[in-house]
Each structure stands twice: as C-alpha cells, then as structure tokens.
C-alpha cells in the first residue's frame, strides 16, 4: 500500500510538472504572437476555440506588454499616414510639423 501511494504521488507531481510546462509553452506562444502586426495575430486567434486563450492565460497582462511600445512622455508622435473618412486623400503626421496648432486623433465608432 505505501509503494502504491508512492507512486501515485510521484505520477501527480509529473502530471503537474507536465502541464506547468505546457502552460508556460503556450503563454510564450500567446505572446510571441502578440507581438506579431495585428492582421496575423488575428488569423492566429481565429484558429483557437472559443474563450481558451483568455480563460487558461493571463491575457490580458500579456496583451499589455506585448502591446505597450517604446513612447515616453514627451517623445515625438511616430509618423503615419490615415485615410480620410470618405476616402479622398491620405493624410500624413509629418504635414502638421512645426505648426502651431494640436493635433487630435480620435479613435472610436461613433455608429
């Protein structure tokens, strides 16, 4: 009887080793694709089922720094170009330098 519980402890603890190295395998992975442009961290995504990413992994955290860039207080803005909202023309940061006036983006759905 005690070699048998031995035994069944030891599987246990070489269960819980397995899947804390599968869990720490597959947050890496999460993460790595994080970091990815978002187009293919999205085709990434749509493969895993349902709510797994965000139930088994600190998503969320991950997301956080994954997503947290390199900008500090009182960097310049990065340059980039927007389409105008119907399409007419593109308009780029880098045409406001030296202005004297702000430039506010606004980013949401106003539908």
């Given at each position: 009887?005690?070699?048998?519980?031995?035994?069944?402890?030891?599987?246990?603890?070489?269960?819980?080793?397995?899947?804390?190295?599968?869990?720490?395998?597959?947050?890496?992975?999460?993460?790595?694709?994080?970091?990815?442009?978002?187009?293919?961290?999205?085709?990434?995504?749509?493969?895993?089922?349902?709510p797994v990413a965000f139930l088994l992994f600190p998503f969320e955290t991950l997301w956080t720094h994954a997503r947290a860039g390199k900008l500090q207080i009182?960097?310049?803005?990065?340059?980039?170009?927007?389409?105008?909202?119907?399409?007419?023309?593109?308009?780029?940061?880098?045409?406001?330098?030296?202005?004297?006036?702000?430039?506010?983006?606004?980013?949401?759905?106003?539908?």
């Open positions: 009887m005690h070699v048998n519980r031995r035994l069944l402890v030891r599987r246990l603890l070489i269960g819980l080793v397995v899947l804390a190295v599968l869990w720490i395998a597959g947050t890496v992975a999460i993460y790595r694709v994080m970091l990815r442009p978002p187009e293919k961290f999205a085709s990434v995504m749509a493969k895993i089922p349902g009182g960097d310049p803005a990065p340059g980039f170009a927007l389409m105008k909202l119907d399409h007419s023309e593109r308009i780029q940061l880098a045409t406001f330098t030296g202005q004297q006036q702000p430039v506010v983006l606004v980013f949401g759905s106003y539908t």
